[in-house]
């Protein structure tokens, strides 16, 4: 739900939360959308002042207007399913990466106007290897890189920038364009083409079709603008070098020039006089360009051998240029692109002296656009390049500084295998999300086929006798009732009270129904009263006399009131123990043929089917937080992933629902359904404010490879986590009021808890949720409305409407107040709003939710069938003559303010965001089926209602006597 910083007078494609429907190489697989990004954990302390003087824009330049701060990729629309497309926006970093030290540089905007530079100091060696993952390196094979990873910090690179059409990749050329700039880049050209051999003119030279490059950045959407790296160092009194084709393209200036440029390390000469010197060591991309090409004009794959020489020849380059290297030299070295038909994670190593003025130690880095030790962004690289030196990055360069992190393993050989293993990770994720989905809206549409089946289905013929009586709500008599003895052919008229038992309008004789409670109880909580069961209503009924009649207003309901004086003479006494003659007793033993529960009269209480329904229920409104809870597992080393991603998320939730069912919670009808819900609450609510580690590279959460968001609740976590916490809370309402607490008391601690919930969500050092708030907001209150027993008027969703806004709008400006290096995406939105970009934002926004509904049909379908089986099943009359919700909601009215409350913040969260159809399928995911486990344990607790006994036939007159 991040809100994007697009360049001023430029708009951004539409910002996706994380993958929309996410393969990266076209597939006919659709990803469901709303994955974003990793969550952040604690605020970072401010950084120290700016040290005196800002850095220069170049001669001429316009002040900068506020740059896309989020990094998303353009959505595909070369008919593959769209990627990720939302921007990272720096934010503070985790508790465990160190405080920044007083010489830190904050990053503020670079104006036309700011003439004395900050002191240039330092020297940096900016080395791009592209194509080199973490697989790659070896003791035997690349002692060079070996030796820099054991001296310095290290990280994964996601390199995220504008891909070629057809693949959601990084090529080489795109990625030194964004070195260059920043910001992602690309280049028009389809497939990945080689960088342009720079025209020399001297010692520099000019890159050839730079203004092309330049004229086409406003197209990508986000306007990088290419040549601020180098311009930046020249403008601050510095020289540049660059080593290399793709080097040029990250040195050179907004002209397109290079101060120096040489083809090789050895005729570059002595490097004392270059602050900058970029090297680019092409050997793997050089290697990858001469494989065979697909459809869209990228090569394949390289072999196995082919790789490892290239490998070792790019090792051998890096050695030349280090035994040139004066001492003290930063040293920051990335795999900034691709060579593979997928993304993945790169190496990222810096050593030497930091931004900061201290050295990188051994351990992993961290930046605080990724809060995440041992993850950083190619973005993250142009910016450290350029506070390291001393100067300071104008707003453009959304990345920020490499800082050293949490510490690694001891040995080099421990951190190449843990960081090698998040890149299996993030593909494995690639090649399961899509199966799995669809694994999963499979089972939830055949799981309420078979629910409505179980619910609605008529009896057998063998055990119905009599037939249903329709009513206000369907068939008054149940077909399980106790069957009645058949009337006398002339009956008389029922007796009020009989009435009143009869007509009440939803039940039937025979029906199921909730017990009565004392006031203030719920009704599945109060004693229950004694049953009627089969051996009792077959016994023979006692002889009645013949005699005066009772008076008018006695208490024999089945007989009615006769005249003064007279007699029945229709009904003579029958001998002490016999039985009525229409209905003979049964054998000891035996019970009626149409009653189909012999102990209790509630055949619901006995059916195995329904109690598989409930358990199945519970386990599939699990599976929600089971995605999250199953990244404490590593399932993707484990021999078939998608196996084991499905067995390790299934095992959870399985886990999760024998806790649900373990303990006396169980016997209530919100049980379950708080059990599970609480725990969804609880856990994703510890998650984000411990750094969200349980959202990386989950199915339903985000991948770094993506580099759509990093921090945060994403947009299906934060559809996941409210309909937890409102359907918790009503679970924990529907308890305390059980225990006689004061209603006001009640929904002040829900009020407690919810209001924690939503600013956790919002607040910018755990959820940076900006879409979310406002519908948490509107969400919680219908439910505390409804808890305290008031109306959900127009008039009260519009003061909560506006007191959410209210609240985000807090927040952002609070954001907005913070250093620039340390905002998120709510201060960027203030800017917007400050630059008059907001309405561009919320447009682009809001044609992203069409785009994404009317594109993921499966999610849509599913939303669909849930809605339509919780108001076409649930709410109608069922087998057993009642409505399962109706009844539900009897038991617990509790849980009609939970599922109100729930279903209005998914609805409020799908207008908001651009994750659309994602949010309320995903909330439906969790309430419907535990809803469903609800309503089962309501039917399976009702009392039926028994048959009223026959009337007796009308009196003669005394004449016809």
Avoid at 124 to 150: C, H, K, Y
Avoid at 805 to 823: C, F, M, T, Y
Avoid at 831 to 841: K, N, P, R, S
Wanted: net charge neutral; glycine share 10%.
């Amino acid at each position: 739900m991040a809100l994007t910083t697009p360049a001023s007078g430029t708009t951004t494609p539409p910002a996706l939360e994380g993958p929309a429907a996410a393969p990266e190489t076209p597939s006919n697989t659709a990803f469901p959308p709303g994955f974003e990004g990793r969550a952040a954990a604690q605020e970072r302390p401010a950084t120290a002042p700016v040290p005196s003087g800002p850095a220069t824009a170049a001669a001429g330049q316009p002040v900068p207007a506020p740059a896309d701060t989020t990094g998303a990729a353009p959505t595909d629309t070369s008919g593959t399913a769209p990627t990720d497309t939302t921007e990272t926006t720096p934010a503070e970093a985790r508790p465990s990466a160190p405080p920044t030290s007083p010489g830190t540089l904050a990053a503020t905007t670079v104006t036309s106007g700011d003439k004395d530079a900050t002191a240039l100091r330092g020297r940096v060696a900016l080395i791009g290897i592209p194509g080199l993952e973490w697989s790659d390196i070896d003791q035997a094979q690349t002692p060079n890189l070996w030796r820099l990873m054991s001296e310095g910090s290290s990280a994964s690179l996601s390199t995220r920038t504008v891909p070629p059409s057809g693949r959601g990749i990084t090529c080489p050329i795109a990625g030194w364009l964004t070195v260059s700039a920043g910001q992602r880049a690309g280049t028009p050209d389809e497939g990945c083409p080689a960088p342009p051999t720079p025209q020399q003119n001297g010692e520099g030279a000019t890159i050839p079709g730079w203004n092309a490059l330049v004229a086409y950045q406003p197209k990508t959407g986000y306007a990088a603008r290419i040549g601020t790296l180098g311009q930046i160092v020249a403008d601050g009194g510095g020289k540049v070098a660059a080593i290399g084709p793709g080097a040029a393209l990250a040195a050179a200036d907004k002209s397109g020039n290079i101060t120096k440029y040489a083809p090789t390390p050895s005729a570059l000469g002595d490097p004392a006089p270059y602050s900058l010197i970029v090297f680019d060591v092409p050997d793997l991309a050089t290697a990858w360009a001469k494989q065979p090409r697909d459809e869209y004009g990228i090569p394949t794959g390289l072999p196995v051998a082919a790789r490892k020489t290239a490998a070792a020849e790019a090792d051998r380059r890096i050695g030349d240029l280090l035994a040139l290297l004066p001492p003290r030299t930063t040293i920051l070295l990335a795999g900034i692109s691709d060579i593979t038909p997928n993304a993945h994670l790169h190496v990222a190593i810096a050593t030497g002296p930091s931004p900061d003025g201290s050295a990188y130690r051994h351990g992993y880095l961290t930046a605080t656009s990724t809060r995440q030790d041992a993850l950083v962004t190619i973005s993250d690289l142009t910016a450290t390049a350029i506070q390291a030196l001393g100067l300071t990055a104008p707003r453009e360069v959304v990345g920020r500084p490499w800082q050293s992190g949490a510490p690694a393993p001891a040995t080099p050989a421990e951190v190449v295998t843990e960081l090698a293993g998040e890149d299996l990770a993030s593909q494995v994720l690639r090649e399961v999300r899509g199966p799995f989905f669809t694994v999963l809206v499979t089972a939830q549409l055949l799981f309420y086929a078979l629910a409505a089946l179980t619910l609605r289905r008529r009896r057998p013929a063998s055990t119905r006798t009599t037939k249903a009586r329709p009513g206000l709500e369907g068939p008054k008599r149940s077909p399980i009732a106790p069957e009645p003895t058949p009337p006398s052919p002339a009956p008389a008229q029922p007796s009020p009270a009989e009435a009143s038992q009869i007509d009440t309008p939803g039940e039937s004789p025979g029906s199921l129904k909730a017990q009565p409670s004392p006031a203030g109880i719920p009704a599945d909580q109060a004693r229950p009263r004694p049953q009627r069961t089969d051996s009792t209503r077959d016994e023979p009924a006692p002889a009645e006399p013949t005699g005066p009649a009772q008076p008018t207003g006695t208490t024999e309901p089945t007989r009615p009131a006769q005249p003064t004086g007279t007699t029945e003479p229709t009904r003579p006494a029958q001998p002490t123990g016999t039985t009525e003659p229409t209905r003979p007793a049964q054998p000891t033993g035996t019970t009626e043929r149409t009653s189909t529960s012999a102990t209790t009269g509630n055949p619901a209480s006995g059916s195995k089917l329904l109690k598989s329904v409930q358990v199945v229920a519970v386990v599939s409104g699990a599976i929600a937080v089971s995605t999250f809870l199953a990244q404490l597992i590593p399932w993707w080393t484990l021999p078939v992933p998608m196996l084991s991603v499905i067995v390790t998320i299934l095992g959870i939730a399985v886990l999760i629902t024998a806790v649900a069912f373990a303990g006396p919670w169980r016997a209530h009808v919100l049980g379950p359904l708080t059990t599970v819900a609480a725990i969804t609450s609880v856990a994703l609510l510890l998650d984000v404010m411990t750094g969200s580690t349980l959202q990386v590279n989950a199915v339903s959460g985000y991948e770094p490879v993506t580099g759509g968001r990093f921090y945060g609740f994403s947009n299906i976590a934060f559809a996941i986590y409210s309909t937890g916490t409102i359907l918790g809370l009503a679970g924990i309402a529907h308890w305390l009021l059980g225990k006689r607490m004061p209603r006001a008391v009640v929904v002040t601690l829900c009020a407690a808890y919810g209001g924690f919930a939503v600013f956790a969500d919002g607040w910018p050092s755990w959820g940076a949720d900006f879409g979310g708030v406002p519908a948490f907001v509107i969400g919680l209150a219908v439910f505390l409305i409804l808890l305290s027993g008031k109306r959900v008027s127009p008039l009260r969703l519009l003061l909560v409407g506006l007191a959410g806004a209210a609240l985000v709008g807090v927040l952002s400006v609070i954001d907005w107040l913070r250093p620039e290096s340390q905002r998120t995406h709510l201060g960027a939105f203030v800017q917007q709003i400050i630059d008059g970009e907001a309405w561009t934002v919320v447009g682009r926004k809001f044609a992203a939710m069409v785009g994404v509904t009317v594109g993921n049909w499966s999610l849509t379908l599913l939303s669909l069938v849930a809605l339509a089986f919780l108001f076409l099943v649930l709410a109608r009359p069922s087998r057993w003559g009642v409505a399962a919700l109706g009844l539900a909601y009897q038991m617990a009215p509790t849980l009609r303010a939970g599922l109100f409350g729930a279903l209005a913040c998914a609805l409020i969260g799908f207008l908001m965001n651009d994750s659309g159809i994602a949010i309320p399928a995903m909330a439906l995911t969790v309430a419907v089926p535990l809803t469903l486990a609800a309503c089962v344990r309501a039917l399976q607790l009702a009392t039926p209602t028994p048959p009223a006994p026959p009337s007796e036939p009308a009196a003669p007159s005394r004449s016809a006597a």
